[in-house]
């Protein structure tokens, strides 16, 4: 179903015009040659309205050409130009990509997305400001429609961006939880595999938008502008792109960092229990080997004698045991390694 539609765009004389909420007949009305115009579509089924709305539209292009693409998609048909980013969403347990679709003519421009595109949405919310910052003059049509574009590109790179954050707070929350005092029972290893398959889909959704943003730039389509000066723009979106993807790498570094830690804080609980069970069964054992001695028959000795060499030999069996497995106590949860790991969480 198409759940909302909208336009803006700069109409004659350069002055900017926004629609909201309007029937999308009543758009494509609007589109004519040498005013930009810009098509807002939130649909519940991008696959299935996207075709009914291009038709109307009269924009020559099969999606599936780019919904069939991984994560992202470029398809440039000279005078149509379609393109597919992917949206980041980051829920309680697992992070999906949710995919935008941008598709360009000569003075116009149409996104379509479903409610997880909402940026954009809010990004339209200003399109009067953004309107009047683009070239007026009838023969810039394709300096107005790339520096648009870019600004479409840079939302949706801004937007996944903030997804990250929020993996880095389950991250150290984690961590904080297994720090405390107070633990609770949990899988650890279903949760921290649940951020390293939210950071693998973070950083395919990354390089696949960094794919598709140098494809606009030096794929050279018709609908963009020749202007290297314009052009250059999307190195500001390369460049982020990449901090993003090197940001990412290094949450991922840290995060199996802490796989090795907790591995080994468990291992080192378990050697301390088997310290520990050491110690009682050594004290136990040479008394018991004593009073066993002890036993033979006609082996004639006073109790006066048996009792403190029994209680002698416990307690210098139990200091030599717990003196020689001393070297093997470890320190539990709460060490100094989560503490390191907590200040490189919030370097970042």
Excluded at 283 to 289: E, Q
Aim: aromatic share 8%; proline share 3%; with cysteine.
């Amino acid at each position: 179903m198409l759940k909302a539609v909208s336009i803006a765009g700069i109409e004659e004389q350069g002055v900017p015009f926004k629609k909201e909420s309007i029937a999308l007949e009543e758009a494509a009305k609007t589109v004519s040659i040498g005013n930009l115009t810009w098509i807002e579509c939130v649909v519940d089924d991008i696959v299935n309205e996207t075709p009914k709305i291009l038709e109307k539209l009269d924009i020559q292009m099969d999606p599936k050409v780019l919904l069939s693409g991984y994560v992202s998609a470029y398809e440039d048909l000279g005078d149509t130009l379609g393109i597919m980013l992917p949206f980041i969403v980051t829920g309680d347990s697992r992070t999906q990509t949710s995919p935008v679709l941008i598709f360009m003519k000569k003075d116009l421009i149409l996104t379509i997305h479903d409610d997880y595109g909402g940026k954009i949405t809010k990004l339209y919310n200003y399109s009067n400001s953004l309107m009047r910052k683009l070239p007026k003059e009838p023969e810039q049509w394709a300096d107005r429609q790339t520096i648009l574009l870019f600004r479409l590109m840079d939302e949706v790179s801004e937007t996944n961006f903030s997804s990250l954050r929020i993996i880095v707070e389950q991250a150290e929350q984690l961590e904080i939880d297994l720090a405390g005092s107070r633990q609770t029972e949990r899988d650890i290893g279903f949760e921290i595999s649940n951020m390293k398959r939210s950071l693998l889909t973070f950083l395919n959704a990354v390089w696949a938008t960094h794919d598709t943003v140098r494809n606009v730039k030096f794929g050279d389509p018709d609908m963009l502008t020749d202007d290297d000066d314009i052009l250059e723009k999307f190195e500001v979106i390369l460049g982020r792109l990449d901090r993003q993807i090197q940001m990412a790498e290094n949450v991922m570094d840290i995060i199996s960092t802490g796989v090795t830690i907790i591995q080994t804080e468990t291992s080192n609980k378990l050697t301390k229990l088997i310290v520990w069970l050491t110690v009682a069964a050594t004290a136990v054992l040479v008394p018991n080997t004593v009073a066993t001695i002890f036993g033979i028959p006609d082996l004639e000795i006073s109790w006066s004698w048996i009792a403190p060499i029994l209680i002698i030999s416990t307690l210098i069996s139990a200091i030599v045991t717990y003196r020689w497995t001393k070297q093997f106590s470890v320190n539990p949860f709460g060490s100094k390694k989560f503490k390191n790991l907590r200040k490189r969480f919030r370097t970042k």
